[in-house]
């Protein structure tokens, strides 16, 4: 009974560790998402924080002449 019992439980212990490294990988994963959509659309949308006044600047500039 108990040599059942050890048996179980290094199966349990292998499907944790199995479950461990997957939960890893997609974690991992979740974060180079978030990164790369960071770099995507956030970036862009700070830069256009600069850029657009300037062009109506510009436009205006060149529309008053």
């Known amino acids: 009974m108990e040599q059942e019992i050890k048996i179980k439980l290094e199966e349990q212990s292998a499907k944790i560790d199995a479950i461990l490294e997957s939960v890893e990988k997609t974690r991992k994963y979740f974060l180079t998402t978030m990164w790369i959509t960071v770099a995507v659309v956030v970036l ?3 830069g256009l924080i600069f850029v657009i006044p ?3 600047n510009s436009y205006v500039g060149a529309l008053a002449q």
Do not use: T, Y
């Open 44 to 46: 862009p949308a700070i």
């Open 54 to 56: 300037a062009f109506l």
